[in-house]
């Protein structure tokens, strides 16, 4: 395990030295509807049929308020299978002064840098290592290739500094990173250590998650400002191929009766997975209900399927939600999986250090 501070003081092994500019807790993603247009139009997709998760069965805890590396929000995670690790994102606390780094940020500077702190757990939430990615993106999303060699993530990177209405700065990647997971390591969006992948010129917002079952990769991306996804062969989408097996338009109205506020996606076989929500008492979510929806996609037609309330983790304190994952409990049985949904939150009024929980749904339908 990496305690925090003994690798600060024993200076880390960073890779990488490219210098990061100067971005605030939490921040979800707030996504304006549009009319349809020729940008989110549906191509037809060429996806086996499959069963989906049934989003009325109840949902069961996983690990409820764990600890992280860092103070600051659950921003998205992701599993290794394999070895039963569950790996979690968020940003980097303000004051922290990573090895290769000449000052302290505060965190504000680090949401616009878009620099993330990326943590290992067993699944008994027991923290097992660390690392930072400084110049990635917001962690709005994430996902783990597990190989014989090692754990590999899937993430956003090549941070893009944007500026919000009320004067603040939020980062969001524009490409697709590839990296091994190195305990101890501080990585730049330039590092070797890590292989880059582009869509085409003008798409921004890249975000990816894994289906671990199929070895595909979903990519959610911005194309001429509105939200898409895209589903790929992994193995041929890191061989350069881009031929999308399915490509579909993010539906609006994520949240019936409230402003969108996205905040991760799944996907396993022919469907896409997407949580839309925001914490109690912002954005009309008051407790017990909060308004956090799971919707389900088709990834053949971009058609909703299904979309529920969910109430997952409704007793914690502050309760907001953070990324999805599928999970496969026991790797010789890689058909009874579960679609996971993470929440952050903090314990009382007086410890606001942010804590993770996820729960899942496991019924197929």
Request: net charge neutral; glycine share 12%.
């Amino acid at each position: 395990m990496l305690d925090r501070r003994r690798f600060l003081r024993a200076g880390g092994a960073v890779i990488g030295a490219a210098a990061v500019p100067a971005v605030a807790v939490g921040v979800a993603e707030g996504v304006t509807r549009s009319r349809r247009t020729p940008q989110n139009d549906t191509t037809p997709g060429s996806v086996t049929a499959s069963k989906r998760f049934d989003l009325t069965a109840a949902s069961t805890s996983l690990l409820r308020e764990v600890d992280l590396t860092g103070t600051r929000v659950l921003q998205s995670f992701a599993f290794d299978n394999t070895r039963g690790h569950l790996f979690t994102v968020q940003l980097v606390d303000g004051g922290l002064q990573l090895p290769g780094e000449t000052q302290t940020y505060s965190g504000a500077d680090r949401e616009a840098n878009g620099d993330l702190c990326l943590t290992r757990l067993d699944t008994s939430g027991r923290i097992l290592g660390t690392m930072y990615l400084r110049g990635f993106g917001h962690g709005v999303q994430i996902g783990v290739e597990s190989t014989t060699s090692g754990t590999y993530l899937w993430t956003e990177t090549h941070n893009v500094r944007t500026a919000n209405s009320d004067g603040t700065y939020t980062g969001w990647g524009d490409r697709i990173a590839r990296f091994e997971f190195a305990n101890g390591t501080v990585l730049t969006a330039g590092s070797p250590a890590l292989t880059q992948y582009t869509l085409e010129s003008g798409v921004d917002r890249t975000t990816c998650t894994v289906d671990p079952v199929n070895n595909r990769l979903a990519v959610r991306c911005r194309v001429g400002g509105a939200f898409r996804f895209r589903l790929y062969d992994l193995a041929a989408f890191k061989a350069g191929g881009r031929t999308t097996l399915a490509d579909v338009a993010q539906p609006a109205d994520l949240q019936p009766g409230y402003t969108d506020t996205f905040q991760g996606f799944a996907s396993y076989g022919s469907y896409l997975y997407l949580l839309a929500g925001s914490a109690y008492g912002s954005d009309g979510s008051v407790s017990p209900n909060g308004n956090t929806y799971i919707t389900t996609v088709d990834w053949n037609t971009g058609s909703l399927v299904e979309q529920k309330l969910t109430k997952a983790a409704y007793t914690l304190l502050y309760r907001e939600p953070e990324g999805m994952a599928i999970q496969i409990p026991d790797p010789g049985n890689p058909q009874a999986v579960r679609l996971c949904s993470g929440f952050a939150s903090y314990t009382s009024d007086t410890d606001q250090s942010k804590r993770a929980s996820i729960y899942y749904k496991d019924v197929l339908a």
